[in-house]
Every structure is written in C-alpha cells, then in structure tokens.
C-alpha cells in the first residue's frame, strides 16, 4: 500500500480545494496527467498503483512520440481521488497556482522493477507503451518506447 502522510503534511484542505481522499484497498488503473502553473509551469503524471497515484513532475510537456526522454521527479503519493482534481490552489499554499487535466485515462501495468515501471497508457494524448525509469533518489527518466522494440533482438 502507498501513504498519503506526506500528501496531507503539504496541505491544509480547509484552504485548498485539494480532494484529501484516503489510500484505496481496491487495485484501479487511471492515469491522470495535470498541467500545473505553479512557480514553475510543469506537467504532473500519475499512475494508481497500490492504492494511490504514484506521482512525478515533468518540468517540460510529457513526450507523445518515442525518441524523447523527459526528467521526471518523484514526488509524494496522491489519493486517487486527485485523478479528477482540476482547479486552483490559492496563494501561499503548497503548489498555489492552476491545475488543469491534460490528459487521462486508463492504463495497464506491462511491467515493474526497482527501478522501472513500463506501462501502456490509453489516454487522448498519450498512447502506448511508456517507460519510467529510476536514474537515482527520486530522478526518474519518462520516455515512450519504440513501437517495434518489443518484437527486437538485442
Ligand atoms: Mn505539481
């Protein structure tokens, strides 16, 4: 199972409009990828996995097509619940600014290690099979795979 601790530390839910929702005992597979200007205009993805959305950061647009590696940072566990969350965080709370939905949808699990999650994502936006992969602490790299990588020998 994830934890929220660190989620509801961040937060005050009598001032944000944040969903505080709780960890799901049930397994689901959204994705979700909110559009956030806060201080830095960055691109947070998330996956449901063990009952929370596992979250990054991606300071630049999340890549539609293979061939592009995006730095993506780790940040902490969100409920589910936030899969839905558009709005705005008032100024001087944490991540004050707009989130938008960029883009959403389901997802399945090819493939989790350590140090990787390989995930096919059925969203408007993104489609197909994406990687994360763990460079160190909480820097990740998010890329979308080749096609015909699956079917390569290497
Ligand atoms: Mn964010």
Known sequence: MGS????????????????????????????????HAAGNLHYDFRIEFQGVLKSWAVPKQPPLKAGIKRLAIQTEDHPVEYASFKGMIPKGEY???????????EYKLLKKTKKAYVVELFGKKMKGIYVL???????????????????KKH
Not at 11 to 35: L, W
């Open 4 to 35: 929220l601790q660190q989620y509801y530390k961040k937060r005050k839910f009598n001032i944000s409009p944040e969903p505080k929702g709780n960890v799901k005992k049930k397994a689901g597979n959204v994705f979700v990828v909110q559009k």
């Open 133 to 151: 992969f763990n460079l160190k602490d909480k820097s990740w790299f998010l890329f979308k795979r080749k096609k015909d990588s699956k079917n």
């Open 95 to 105: 991540g004050a600014g707009k989130v938008e939905i960029w883009d959403k949808g």
